[in-house]
């Protein structure tokens, strides 16, 4: 990470506060792990600051948060703040890993999950055409709420940051905020980290403090007003959390549209990120993209279709339907109100039809599985169908046991398969069989109780109730 993007030959290293406590969250996860479009805040916090390519990037967790340490990627280092003293205090046990470091540092706050590359990129960019030692990204909220607030002087230059539990009713009034980003120069954050004090009614070391510092040292602080305030927005209860998830699926939705895909409702369709969706597929209202789905061209998925881990061929068609960790071939149609499970694989132009589950098992190229059935632990061969109703009986209570049905089966309506079990390739089975033996490619399997018809039944049955020897309600069928 020794490249830069900017041809500033300032070196910079990036911080990234993710220490908090998140105690608005009422959680037992550590705040920056909870996810945003199926993925942890502090991902997309990394991510951004990468595209800058710093020489150091570290991340500041707690003493008790190894599991924040284990997201980080490689090249990403963890600096631990052993008592959370506030976020002064945070910045300064990420300094203790730059050290020697002499350069510009960007400070990010890992509950701020919608800054990206345009936004560092244009702070940073800022923060050197203004040779500023000091710069802090302020943005303008219609409902500032909980943010620090930008307080200026006469002349529109900065003087501090406040608090919002610590302004003054008319401070409080102040529509532009401090968005948590800011870069400094090393070396002044290394003289004014230590100055600072928890005077406020928290009772921490902020961050903040360090640009009234900064002021009183004659050191002019700059705070270029971004663009995109919606990038700001930060997690710190559950309704932020909804809220920010709501602007990254828009964001994601948009970067689909915009290469391509018909989103009937944006609303209702719900899409985690690095889903890939191809051009011209179409994605109808109440459907879930998640985890590592990728959707091919030309398909038709939903409505209402839930997919997770899915893999989807091209010109595939996925109607209300729940599909978990398995791949759809090009060219086939699932649902309505079908259930894929995990490690089933479609095969080009197969089909899973209504009320149908499948688990673990491959269907092959163009083959049918069209109704009511269950499919679980089974190779099924090519151009096959199976009858409605089938199922493979794959467990006995202890072991689970294979299927293997060849190419250009036919099953009859209502088989069971009693694994394991092999039928051959061309063979059939009667509908209503119990196939508990294998049986041979090109044969009928037929298990099934010979029917008995028991000829003049309907009259003599009627004769006995005349007799009075049969009580008037009984059923039909009793002899
Ligand atoms: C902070 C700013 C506020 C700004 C807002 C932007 C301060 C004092 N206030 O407020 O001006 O408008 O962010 O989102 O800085 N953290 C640590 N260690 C700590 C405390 C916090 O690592 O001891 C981390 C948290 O994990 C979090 C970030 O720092 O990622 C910000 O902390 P938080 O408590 O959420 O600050 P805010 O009150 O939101
Ligand atoms: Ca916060």
Aim: glycine share 12%.
């Amino acid at each position: 990470m020794t490249d830069h993007v900017t041809d500033d030959s300032s070196p910079l290293a990036v911080v990234i506060l993710a220490a908090g406590l998140g105690t608005r969250m009422k959680s037992d996860v550590p705040k920056v792990l909870h996810e945003v479009c199926g993925r942890p805040m502090l991902s997309y916090v990394i991510d951004a600051a990468l595209t800058l390519a710093p020489e150091q990037l570290v991340v500041v967790t707690g003493p008790d948060q190894d599991a924040v340490g284990e997201i980080l990627p490689s090249g990403c280092e963890r600096a631990v703040q052993a008592e959370r003293r506030g976020t002064g205090d945070a910045v300064r046990a990420g300094l203790e890993l730059l050290v020697g470091f002499d350069g510009d540092v960007l400070v990010l706050m890992g509950d701020a999950p919608l800054v990206d590359g345009a936004f560092v990129s244009a702070l940073v960019t800022a923060h050197r055409a203004a040779a500023s030692r000091a710069t802090v990204a302020a943005a303008t909220l219609d409902e500032p709420g909980h943010y620090g607030r930008v307080v200026r002087g006469p002349d529109g230059s900065v003087r501090r940051i406040v608090e919002a539990r610590d302004a003054s009713p008319e401070e409080l009034m102040l529509t532009e905020v401090n968005t948590g980003s800011y870069v400094f120069d090393a070396a002044l954050l290394r003289a004014l980290l230590p100055r600072l004090r928890p005077d406020n009614t928290q009772g921490e070391l902020y961050l903040t403090d360090v640009v009234r510092l900064a002021i009183d040292d004659g050191v002019a602080v700059a705070a270029p007003v971004v663009d995109d305030a919606e990038a700001m927005l930060a997690v710190n209860s559950r309704v932020e959390l909804a809220a920010v998830n709501a602007v990254m699926r828009r964001r994601l939705l948009e970067r689909l549209m915009l290469a391509g895909v018909t989103v009937e409702d944006p609303g209702t369709t719900y899409v985690d990120w690095g889903v890939e969706v191809g051009r011209d597929t179409v994605v109808l209202a109440g459907t879930h993209l998640l985890g590592r789905t990728t959707v091919g061209a030309a398909c038709e998925i939903g409505p209402g279709a839930y997919l997770s881990n899915a893999f989807i061929g091209d010109r595939a068609r996925v109607v209300r339907s729940h599909l978990l960790d398995c791949a759809i071939g090009s060219g086939c149609s699932v649902g309505p109100f079908a259930y894929i499970r995990p490690d089933t694989v479609l095969s080009e132009g197969a089909r899973a039809g209504a009320f149908v589950e499948i688990k673990n098992s491959r269907v092959g190229e163009g083959s049918k599985v069209p109704h009511l059935s269950y499919v679980g632990d089974a190779v099924v061969g090519r151009d096959t169908n199976i009858g409605a109703g089938n199922i493979t009986a794959n467990y006995d209570g202890v072991d689970k046991h294979p299927t293997t049905i060849g190419d250009g089966v036919r099953t009859g309506s209502d088989t069971t398969f009693v694994a394991p079990v092999t039928v051959g390739d061309g063979a059939y089975t009667a509908a209503g069989s119990v196939i508990t033996q294998d049986v041979p490619a090109g044969a009928l399997g037929v298990a099934r109780a010979r029917q008995q018809n028991v000829p003049g039944y309907a009259e003599r049955r009627a004769a006995r109730r005349l007799r009075g020897r049969l009580p008037a309600d009984e059923r039909d069928g009793r002899r």
